[in-house]
């Protein structure tokens, strides 16, 4: 099972920051891998970032390169995004999901997602 979560409002002003949360059960935590996605309204689905757990290395595109920072939280099974100097088009939805070979290429689980919007 993989949940991921706000952990904060939806709705963030331009320039603002938000957390994400992704809690992932179910999987012997250290082999996976585990990815940042968002896909916007009328756009395909992106790749923000990913991390071996078994490294704890997170591995960050372009797409919000320099404005995220991927954790982990092993103990709980869980990785974290946090978002800063949102802008309006960093609204979407937020997925996150697991590859289960620890690649961090081919992720086969993911969470429901959950909505951003960035406007004032």
């Known amino acids: 099972d993989v949940r991921c979560r706000r952990l904060g409002g939806g709705l963030v002003q331009p320039g603002g920051s938000l957390r994400l949360s992704c809690a992932a059960s179910?999987?012997?935590?250290?082999?996976?891998?585990i990815g940042w996605f968002r896909q916007a309204p009328g756009k395909q689905r992106e790749k923000i970032s990913f991390i071996k757990i078994s490294d704890g290395i997170p591995i960050y595109e372009d797409s919000m390169k320099g404005r995220v920072a991927m954790s982990s939280d092993n103990a709980k099974n869980s990785v974290f995004l946090q978002m800063n100097k949102l802008k309006p088009e960093d609204a979407a939805v937020y997925y996150c999901?697991?590859?289960?070979?620890?690649?961090?290429?081919?992720?086969?689980?993911w969470g429901q997602g959950t909505l951003v919007t960035v406007s004032s």
């Open positions: 999901a697991v590859d289960p070979t620890g690649i961090g290429e081919v992720y086969d689980y």
């Open positions: 179910g999987f012997a935590f250290y082999d996976v891998a």
